[in-house]
Every structure is written in C-alpha cells, then in structure tokens.
Nanobody, 123 residues
C-alpha cells in the first residue's frame, strides 16, 4: 500500500509556471507506476501524464505536451509535475495516483490516490 500527498498548487497568471510534488509513503515507491490527473468543476477526472517505474517511459495528454514534464525521484519517494506556459483551461484540482508495475493512462487503472492540490490559472 502507498499513501500520496500532493503539494505545490496555487494561483498563477497565464503563461506562468508551477511545480507540483507528490510525496509517497512506504519503501516500495519504485514498484509503482505513477500518474497525474486533473478534475475541473463539473467535469470528469482526466489523464494528464504518467511515468513508468524508473522513469524511462512517459505519456502525456495532447493538451499538455510540450508544456508539462513528469518526473520522479525514487530515492526521495517523490513524483513531480513541472507545468510551464500555463493556460486558464489548466485550472483544476490535480491528483497524483499510483498503480503497481506497468504504466497506464486510464483513471480506473490507478488504485491509490492523493487528496489533490488546486491549480488556478487566470487570464
């Protein structure tokens, strides 16, 4: 089992940057593929980015390609999401999630979730 705690959200103007972090408990972080998802008010939770066990494989939603970068530090049990050139449509609660072994992009494939961190981008 793994527990996840996100941080780093906030309010920025369009074009700005934020770096989200997700701290994982336990000693088996490297056994979990990790993902970032977001959920805007009144909308479904959506995939943003995912990364494999050692970080060698990454996936991104088309809407964030070239602007967001997912990474992980297995020594620090931490997942990151660097968000650059933020747009108002990026406004949402951002969640990190974990699943054993293989990386995936589907919301329903992830078993463990953090509590979320709010990102607000103003125009």
């Amino acid at each position: 089992q793994v527990q996840l705690v996100e941080s780093g959200g906030g309010s920025v103007q369009a074009g700005g940057s934020l770096r989200l972090s997700c701290a994982a408990s336990g000693r088996t972080f490297s056994s979990y593929a990790m993902g970032w998802f977001h959920q805007a008010p009144g909308k479904e939770r959506e995939f943003v980015a995912a990364i494999s066990l050692r970080g060698g494989t990454t996936y991104y939603a088309d809407s964030v390609k070239g602007r967001f970068t997912i990474s992980r530090d297995n020594d620090k049990n931490t997942l990151y999401l660097q968000m650059n050139n933020l747009k108002p449509e990026d406004t949402a609660v951002y969640y990190c999630a974990a699943k054993l072994l293989s990386v995936a992009v589907g919301v329903n494939e992830y078993r463990y979730w953090g509590q979320g961190t709010q990102v607000t981008v103003s125009s």
